[in-house]
């Protein structure tokens, strides 16, 4: 199947900085790209849903100018976390399709996990 | 309101068969996926299925009724890595995957 690549896989950091993800579909043109994130043992939630070339959808309840998301190409999408704190260290993991009316599917990166100290 | 129903936890034996059900009821409908999760890594693809009826894919197969909101996932000849959360997954009409909290399956020896 298709690779979606997610970097870095953790990361920790200090309350208060920024922390970039980004979202690589290595082997086929990505024009939607969705963000989750993962609290343990809980389900995934849609944070936003972004279109190549586009401003980025976001959820309920999820602060746009706190995460910040970039889909400035059909392989690659960013997430940063600006001024984390402790209670946005989750899982966080992206998801791309080439068009889920035409395929069906969607395949997810490996997720990265952020701690925020 | 959109909501998914899993149970939450099964246990099996290895070697068994078993069955996890999801009820969902959604704002349209186009289409429902099952997803597999191991603790502390991002889903990986099972299953869709859009039309009413059985889709087989060597151990693990995935049924559905439209008209009742129903789905399973019927996975055979268990393993021990099949010991996972299953997470179903239907797209309502704006193509937006509803997420359930998952059903934890744990396979004894």
């Known amino acids: 199947g298709a690779v979606v690549s997610q970097h870095p896989s953790w990361v920790i950091c200090k309350s208060g900085t920024s922390v970039k993800i980004e979202c690589r579909s290595l082997?086929?043109?990505?024009?939607?790209m969705f963000w989750y994130r993962q609290f343990p043992k809980q389900s995934l939630m849609l944070m936003a849903t972004?279109?190549?070339?586009?401003?980025?959808?976001?959820e309920q309840g999820v602060e746009k100018d706190k995460f910040l998301i970039n889909h400035a190409s059909l392989t690659l999408s960013t997430l940063t976390v600006t001024s984390a704190h402790p209670e946005d260290s989750s899982f966080y993991i992206c998801?791309?399709?080439?068009?889920?009316?035409?395929?069906?599917?969607?395949?997810f990166g490996e997720g990265s996990r952020l701690t925020v100290l | 309101g959109q909501n998914i129903d899993q149970p939450t936890e099964m246990t099996a034996t290895e070697g068994a068969i078993v069955q996890i059900n999801c009820t969902y009821q959604?704002?349209?409908?186009?289409?429902l996926f099952w997803y597999q999760q191991h603790a502390g890594e991002a889903p990986t693809f099972l299953s869709y299925?859009?039309l009413d009826g059985l889709e087989e894919k060597g151990r693990f197969s995935s049924f559905l009724s439209r008209s009742k909101g129903y789905s399973y996932l019927l996975l055979k000849e268990l393993q021990m890595k099949d010991s996972a959360s299953y997470l179903c997954?239907?797209?309502?009409?704006?193509?937006?995957?509803?997420w359930g909290a998952g059903t934890k399956l744990i396979i004894k020896p």
């Open positions: 959604t704002s349209g409908f186009n289409g």
């Open positions: 998801s791309a399709t080439s068009g889920l009316a035409d395929t069906g599917e969607l395949f």
């Open positions: 082997d086929f043109q990505a024009t939607t």
């Open positions: 997954a239907p797209m309502d009409s704006n193509y937006q995957l509803i």
């Open positions: 972004s279109n190549e070339g586009s401003k980025a959808t976001y």
């Open positions: 299925n859009v």
